[in-house]
């Protein structure tokens, strides 16, 4: 068949990569910071890079924030992994929105924990929702990603933003929020995070600078309170993330250029994104709806009524284009497969949604792309 076209990963565009600058950085490095790079960093990570961090979100989230505040990862991902390994235990429920990221829901059943699924709607969690869980039975923490979600790119309103954080404070639950994208956000008006709303009570933020400069960098970042942030790194056993990496962002975010470069990354996907609406508008309206998204690099579609699922699998591969089926995002649903198959990036099952990531493709793909989507799509519908 022909070669595939992929709405699958969540990476940066290469475009936005700032190579020179990057390299410019890196060179620092070899010729500055001595024998200290290739050592093994300390395991709450390079304080300066934790200084830098302090300093850029202090304003952002409206609390004092130091360098003992953060603790640095391997990418979001290892943070959220550092954050349930310390404060989650074998049959400990926690709470997850319906549709969520796979890999946290994966984390989470591999320490025993048993994974609900909470409703969403275009509007973000439903305190409602969460609220009734809470009654059934008590839960240990909600993951959640309240800004450019993944996979839906919805934003969670103000007013539940709110709501939430009273919610888990009322009942003793912990919040981890997911904030890997929420500096590739498309509104004008960004709510505040869970954590500023929390003043730093009882939620750990966890981020990534993976989205905003590269994936292949792996480094992330647990924010909580000091108290917390010592658990955090007690339970650590890696002995730290690389230091040349850590100390290669530090001088490229040092003198300005990540911070000049954050505020032009939302409208450059909302560009991306707005070529793929365009295209599945003209293209594959009748066979699926949407809700554009706020943020982030991916929108969630629902299939119509007369699309059957597990025929699409089979007719995107011969058209040659690769989506992702939407039943791995959903606990509930994926809770009998174990935590290998529940989070397989080409289960459809049966599922009434796609995620397609307009983030890495190259914006002069994107039409072919939808092209073939859309015969795939006509080809698996029900006559």
Known sequence: GPQPIAFTGGFPDPKVIPMSDLHAAADRVLAEDGPDTWRYGSTQGYPELRAWLAGHWSPIDGVPLNADNFT?????????????????????????????????????????????????????????????????RPAKALYMIPSSHNPT????????????????????????????????????????????????????????????????????????????????????????????????????????????????????????????????????????????????????????????AALLQQTTREEGVQVVGGRAFFADETAADGPTRGSSMANFGPSPYIRLAYSYIAEEETPEGIRRLARALERARRR
Not at 85 to 111: H, Y
Not at 286 to 293: D, M, Q, T, V
């Open 72 to 136: 640095l990862t391997n990418g979001s991902a290892g943070a959220i992994t550092n954050a349930c390994e310390t404060f989650l235990r074998e049959g400990d429920l926690i709470l997850v929105e319906a549709p969520s990221f796979p890999g946290s829901i994966r984390t989470m059943r591999s320490l025993g924990c048993d994974v609900e699924g909470v409703a969403m709607d275009e509007e973000g969690l439903i305190p409602e929702a969460l609220e009734e869980k809470l009654k059934l």
């Open 153 to 308: 790119g919805t934003c969670l309103t103000l007013e539940r933003r709110h709501r939430i954080v009273e919610l888990c404070e009322r009942h003793d639950v912990l919040i981890i929020e997911d904030d890997a994208y929420g500096e590739v956000g498309f509104l004008a008006d960004q709510p505040p995070s869970l954590f500023s709303i929390a003043r730093g009570r009882g939620v750990v933020k966890c981020g990534s600078f993976s989205k905003i400069i590269g994936t292949g960098l792996r480094v992330g970042w647990c924010l909580a309170s000091e108290q917390v942030v010592q658990a955090l790194t007690t339970m650590r056993f890696d002995q730290g993330q690389p230091p040349f990496m850590q100390r290669l962002i530090y001088h490229y975010a040092a003198g300005g250029r990540l911070d000049e470069a954050i505020p032009k990354l939302g409208p450059f996907y909302k560009h991306k994104s707005d070529v793929m609406f365009n295209e599945l508008r003209e293209r594959a309206s009748g066979l699926l709806r949407w809700r554009e998204p706020t943020g982030g690099f991916f929108a969630w579609l629902e299939l119509d009524e007369r699309v059957d």
